[in-house]
């Protein structure tokens, strides 16, 4: 459906960061269908092959819009016109999809009688885990309040900086990301510090979880965006040994990370930038990756296309939901985790793909009508 429709698709993308955005929403689906496979196998040994999608997913958002902002910050007035036009791409992309599942939900609780979370209404304003641990109730929308502030808060800083016409707009905003991503890792530092104890369920919604503690991530793609458009012959110098560093680094992230003598001080204190500068280290080649168009290319390209649906659907409405229901109404489903497994990532692709196609993608097309054109192709 999507290749016979829309052949010019495959070429326009970014064949690289789409095969990075596909492998980030591929662990993040397999690390939630652990629940299925447990009484075969142990969460360490079935999460071994995996690294930390969501990460991965920050630091390329952040590339991605990054390039945006750079573009306009560098060709525009950035002035309240250029706000506009961004906000409404963004949300045109973003919140549809978003309150779409939140209000399911909702919905699903009321008609089992279950009663609403009373944190709610901060769901609506993404300030649920904005400072605070993040509630039990949709659980996965923790990373999207980091994203949506990140859309708020990076644009209105350079539009206050475009203030003052007299700073150099280059060293400006390379100050901004620095500062950005050292403070921010400064203070999840202290915060790690601070707690009384090591405990990994505590670790995940103090410093994980929370925007104050997270916003560094996509400041870090952020960074790649300024060095892939303004210094572009290092960006491509680098490419090969920076991927190989990359890969390295992940791959030492996940042995020390699991190494019982270094685990409680390497999973505070470090995990969470080694994660994000190893994706980044990935971009200068990956970025620059285009493939002709063949089936691997077409597969991973829609893995990409319906990845934010698939993060959205796979764990509250699919396995919170509609799987329970299934479980309940089919014996033999409940006797097979096998099959419960092979169910749970059937609809999480199919539904996903439906949501895209006949949801995501019409609201979407809606932004050029909206805003100003963007400079970045499909991939954002």
Not at 265 to 280: K, R
Request: net charge positive; aromatic share 18%.
């Amino acid at each position: 459906m999507f290749a016979r429709s829309h052949p010019v698709l495959y070429k326009s993308r970014v064949f690289g960061l789409d095969l990075l955005r596909a492998l980030a929403i591929f662990f993040v689906v397999y690390s939630h269908g652990h629940v299925f496979l447990k009484t075969y196998i142990s969460e360490p040994a079935y999460t071994l092959p995996i690294f930390d999608g969501v990460s991965i997913f920050f630091v390329l958002s952040g590339f991605l819009i990054g390039k945006i902002l750079i573009r306009a910050w560098f060709q525009e007035a950035f002035d309240s016109t250029t706000l506009r036009s961004f906000w409404i791409r963004r949300w045109l992309r973003t919140l549809p999809n978003y309150f779409a599942v939140l209000i399911f939900l909702v919905a699903s609780l009321h008609f089992s009688g279950q009663a609403a979370p009373p944190q709610l209404a901060q769901y609506f304003f993404f300030i649920q885990n904005l400072i605070t641990p993040h509630p039990d109730f949709f659980p996965e929308a923790w990373s999207l309040s980091v994203e949506e502030w990140f859309y708020l808060s990076l644009p209105i800083t350079l539009y206050a900086i475009a203030q003052f016409p007299n700073l150099d707009r280059k060293r400006s905003l390379l100050a901004v990301i620095i500062f950005v991503i050292v403070s921010i890792t400064l203070f999840r530092l202290y915060r790690a510090y601070s707690l009384e104890s090591f405990n990994v369920q505590m670790w995940d919604l103090t410093l994980r979880k929370q925007v104050i503690t997270r916003l560094d991530a996509l400041m870090y793609g952020v960074l790649g965006a300024y060095l892939n458009l303004l210094h572009s012959n290092f960006w491509k110098k680098i490419a090969k040994k920076a991927f190989l560093i990359g890969i390295g680094l992940f791959l030492i992230d996940k042995l020390i990370g699991r190494w019982p003598a270094t685990q409680q001080f390497y999973v505070s204190y470090c995990t969470l930038s080694v994660s994000s500068i190893a994706t980044l280290f990935l971009l200068p080649a990956l970025s620059g990756w285009k493939r002709k168009t063949d089936l691997f290319t077409r597969i991973v390209t829609i893995i990409s296309l319906i990845s934010y649906s698939m993060y959205l659907l796979n764990l509250s409405p699919i396995q919170g939901v509609l799987l329970p229901r299934i479980n309940f109404s089919c014996s033999i489903c409940s006797q097979q985790p096998l099959l419960m497994y092979f169910v749970y990532w059937t609809l999480t692709i199919g539904l996903a793909a439906l949501m895209y196609w006949y949801f995501e993608r019409p609201i979407t097309a809606l932004r050029d009508k909206w805003s100003l054109p963007s400079s970045t192709g499909p991939s954002t």
